[in-house]
């Protein structure tokens, strides 16, 4: 975790020193930061069995594990084409000086088999330290469900979080979590839901008018969104334990933005009850609205400090072009951090530390609009820019693992979901069907 | 710091390459002296409204081409667009479009001409609803706003005053104001300068004598445009309080 922050901390400063010098350059991850990533091999799982369900299961279960350990950002993943030839399923079956020694030079290994008997699936799987001839044993593992190809995947990804856990100092891993975000594939703006990978992509709501803004709970119990409702803007909440829309107060004027704080007991958002919008936060279970803000001038898209929930970071036009500001909670010390162009969609990092958000540092009549994601060291107000591909890049969120960030880009045509590594490296697109928007990564 | 001394080397490899880049070139014979560009020709236009005849309340399509010119503007409230697009306008009584293409010496002017039949009668068994509607769409005039701006502008004082006018001729009407802005910026900021916007023209209208009651409003930021094109005119249609009637 330590490793990770410092990195962080590197870039934004690397960045800041370079930014005159090199202004075509980009940050990029390097050993030469100090920073060495884990050897990990991962061949492929053995079928226990010889039918075609077991060997089909095994390819999605391995292929999954695979993308999972890739994506996690924090190995040195060691190329297949260097792997000895005999395929470890089990203890017995691994000689570890094959793959401690070259070619391999592994440092980290997962290996393991996979039997389906009976519509059970059934994974047994290890983690050893190679390096380690005494007792190389770091996880063994054992999980049985039904036998399905979704199931492969979820018994994939458990496993890989296990093994993120484990060697990644202590941080969970993010092969479960899900993203929420608006498509309108079906025909209108509606909230649907995908595994953090892309995959499993379903619609949730049916509001047919609009639905903007999704936010899920920090339990994942319920998703907050705002959609036109008998002509208003409102709140409202999506159960995805009843699978069907749940009531939540609703106010006057145009409510917008729900943003949670992170220990699930409070929503901000923006509401124009008064005729201005103004940033007001309630307790989920009910209660007077506390307005946090009292200026002239819309004020929008409220993120918490997750880490405190003692601090909101929103948007604010009262200068004119929307900026980036933070507040208390009670909506005291207003801070300004953005100091020209249009900056909107911030998203509070789980550390506490970062803000990523969307600017187009130069606005004006005739400017095509493109926009890119940053992240902003809150304390010293100092950025570093993620994406340099043109195009409109928007609403950064990040995911609870504080290593990837979520978001929307027009860069292959239609607006899509992509996701890529806190340093903007290892972009991936999520989605390709219709035109899909407004990512919000889940807590856990 | 290493980066830095990367960026040295870089400087470095370019100097270098750029000095050894003259000697790839073979001798050339010296240049004559270099004649002065001839004059652009005088700007080509085209202009056409498809279709050229239309009920009141129905669209059509502006196409226009040019060539040559630096500086393309249709008036009637359209302003400067790109040398060649089309665009739909939705005029309330016959008028003709006029394109002028300029450049450095010379200027060019298209026209088209379109008719616009004025409502039908209501057929027998109409309801008077229907006929409030079309006459209420064709009276109205949206409040267009500039960029990041939901002020009335002066020239939006006229369409105000007209409007209410037209409303306090036609006290049972009831209407929604819908806020819309153009395709720029974030949804969730726009949203909530669209309902600056429907609130402006509110306020405007209020001031005038027209009763808030008879009003709603709500806001659509970017997502209901009027036009898809990514240009100043395409824009500036979208940033627009749009009238709709209730009932």
Known sequence: MKRIFLLLFLLIFAGLNTRQLTAQDWIRTGTGLGVEKVRLAVPDFKSAATDADTKRLTTAFSVTLWNDLQAAGIFDMVSPSFYPLAQPGSPQEVNLSQWSSPPPNASMLAFGNVLVQGGSLAVQGWLFDVKNTQSPQVLGKQYRESASEENARLIAHRFADEIIFRLGGGVQGIAETKIYFVSTRSGTKEIWQMDYDGANQKQLTKVSTMALSPHVSPDNSRVAFSAVSNAEWQILMYSLELNRQVSFSRYAGANLSPAWSSDGKQLAFSSSRS????????????????????????????????????????????TGLPQIYMMSSDGTNVTRLTDQGYAVSPSWSPNGQFLAFAWIRNYGPGAPGASDVYVMDVASKQWVQLTHDGGRNDFPSWSPDGRHIVFQSNRSGRTQIWSMLADGTQVRQLTNQGENTQPNWSFK | MKLRQLFSLKVVTAVAFLLLLPACHKKQPPKPTPVPPPP?????????????????????????????????TIDNGIGKVDPSGSMKVTPTESTTYRLVAK?????????????????????????????????????????????????????????????????????????????????????E?????????????????TQQGVSATRMRTISYGKEKPFCNESTEACWQQNRRSHFVYSK
């Open chain 2, 103 to 187: 450049n450095d010496t010379a200027s060019q002017e298209a026209t088209a001409r379109v008719t616009v039949n004025p409502a039908a009668p209501p057929i027998t068994g109409k309801t008077t609803t229907d006929s409030d509607a079309q006459l209420f769409s064709q009276s109205m005039k949206d409040i267009f706003f500039a960029y990041d701006s939901y002020e009335i502008t002066p020239e939006s004082e006229a369409a105000i005053q007209a409007d209410a006018k037209f409303l306090q001729q036609h006290p049972n009407m009831t209407f929604t104001i819908e806020g819309h802005c153009d395709e720029r910026g974030s949804i």
């Open chain 2, 40 to 72: 652009p020709p005088a700007p080509k236009a085209m202009l056409t409204a498809n279709p050229n005849t239309i009920n009141a309340g129905q669209s059509t399509t502006l196409t226009w081409n040019t060539d040559f010119a630096t500086d393309v």
């Open chain 1, 275 to 318: 005729g201005d919008a103004e940033i007001y936060s309630v307790d989920v279970t009910g209660g007077e609205l506390r307005r946090l803000t009292n200026s002239r001038g819309p004020d929008v898209s409220p993120t918490w400090n997750p880490k405190t929930n003692a601090q909101i970071a929103w948007v604010s036009g009262r």
């Open chain 2, 189 to 205: 900021y726009n949203l909530t300068l669209g309902e600056y916007r429907a609130n402006a023209a509110k306020q405007a209208l």
